[in-house]
């Protein structure tokens, strides 16, 4: 009897964290929340379920705010990272495309998270970079749904605007699955035989 957790315990969770902005249009927050992390030993394509909530909100004026996930993919010798939203360059203004957001856009002050439009979001796709700049504006976003990789991290960051002193409460999770869950320490005794040591992934 094995009492080791089993490795799907990094693949995805649920946190709650603070995003707040003293006011006067500035953009607050930049709150980075970690929420998976896979080292699955061995490529396979990956499924995932993304998911905000607004638990709480405090301000006299309308809020925007904004959740965007990034992720680190890794498989062989190559990484990608997703964008991540520069609060320098303005956290709602930045030409990057994140992996995935959601943001709630002039929310009115006081307002109860049962009554906030689309609260709680929650996505199994997401959209790809325009492959033109030049037709950026009109071009059709391709569609994301699953996406090959060996390892993975997954953060997001949160960000929040308005006009008075605002600070929300915000439940992120994501979760992420392998499409074909066939580990290769189900088949065979020997762990030699397996040259890249795929069985010993988590």
Not at 103 to 114: F, K, M, V
Not at 125 to 143: I, K, M, N, R, Y
Not at 175 to 195: D, I, L, N, T
Request: net charge negative.
């Amino acid at each position: 009897m094995s009492f080791l957790p089993p490795p799907w315990l990094m693949w995805g969770t649920t946190a709650t964290a603070i995003v707040a902005t003293p006011g006067g249009g500035l953009a607050g927050g930049g709150t980075t929340v970690q929420l998976a992390k896979i080292n699955y030993a061995r490529p396979d394509t990956w499924s995932f379920l993304l998911s905000a909530r607004i638990v709480s909100l405090e301000s006299s004026a309308n809020v925007v705010l904004q959740a965007s996930f990034f992720v680190m993919t890794g498989l062989g010798r190559s990484v990608f990272v997703s964008p991540t939203p520069n609060l320098a360059a303005g956290f709602f203004s930045s030409p990057q495309t994140p992996f995935c957001q959601f943001i709630w856009r002039a929310i009115p002050g006081a307002t109860l998270p049962e009554n906030i439009p689309f609260n709680p979001r929650w996505t199994t796709e997401t959209l790809g970079s325009p492959f033109d700049d030049a037709a950026a504006a009109v071009a059709v976003q391709p569609v994301c749904r699953w996406f090959p990789a060996q390892d993975i991290q997954c953060g997001v960051v949160l960000g929040i605007e308005s006009a008075a002193a605002a600070q929300a409460s915000v439940e992120v999770g994501a979760y992420f699955a392998p499409r074909s869950h066939m580990r290769p320490e189900w088949f065979g005794e020997h762990g030699e035989q397996f040259r890249g040591n795929e069985n010993g992934g988590t």
